[in-house]
């Protein structure tokens, strides 16, 4: 018998994470070795913080906005520090920018949160047995991205993630942080983060710098 791919969960919506944890515990060949709701919880249950070896999973499922941080940043940091681990993104997000962001990080398969339990056992096993998966609507996408010969154009602000982008985006247009929050549905607290970390990640002291930087790049003229 076959040992259990082991399963590490990094979510911050707790309703999603609890149900993914309890779906995983309940398939044979699965075991979830620890969860995690931020990017600094995932730094320290991964071992990437410094303090610790970090939990032994095969598979590390993925969200990609996660309130203090960006998904796409500790898959990258992940498979920096851990060449063979293999991240299954799970999210909301079909964008093609979503997905090549984060394939571009290192992430070996990309779900979104609407795929079935039959889906998720699918690919978790796949990944752990180190293949590239993509669900089957984000695989129709990658593929029209591929034959449009739109594969080799740039993603602006690439260590940004797919939310932080359009959060810049909108500022960018001139939106402040409360008609942000109503825009993407969003709290306020969350807005403010965002665009926290959009600052921090552009290396620019205020708003001002970053629409300057990101009307740049062609963000802000929808």
Not at 27 to 39: D, F, K, N, P, R
Not at 48 to 77: C, K, N, P, Q
């Amino acid at each position: 018998m076959s040992a259990a791919v082991r399963v590490a969960v990094v979510d911050d919506h707790p309703v999603f994470r609890l149900g993914m944890v309890a779906l995983l515990g309940s398939l044979a060949g699965t075991e979830v070795v620890g969860q995690a709701a931020s990017a600094a919880e995932a730094r320290a249950l991964l071992g990437l913080d410094g303090a610790g070896a970090g939990v032994a999973a095969d598979v590390v499922l993925m969200d990609l906005d996660l309130g203090d941080g960006s998904g796409v940043d500790v898959t990258r940091e992940l498979v920096r520090s851990r060449p063979g681990a293999r991240v299954l993104v799970v999210t909301m997000h079909e964008s093609d920018d979503a997905v090549v962001a984060a394939v571009r990080a290192g992430a070996r398969g990309y779900l979104v949160k609407s795929a079935g339990p039959a889906e998720v056992e699918r690919a978790v096993h796949a990944v752990a047995g180190g293949a590239m998966i993509l669900a089957p609507t984000v695989a129709e996408r990658a593929m029209a991205y591929v034959v449009g010969g739109r594969a080799g154009s740039r993603v602006p602000f690439p260590q940004l993630s797919d939310r932080e982008r359009e959060v810049l985006d909108l500022i960018a247009r001139g939106l402040d942080n409360t008609a942000i929050s109503r825009r993407l549905v969003l709290s306020p607290k969350t807005v403010r983060n965002h665009v926290s970390n959009v600052l921090t990640k552009l290396a620019v002291p205020d708003r001002s710098a970053a629409i300057v930087r990101a009307r740049e790049e062609g963000l802000g003229q929808g």
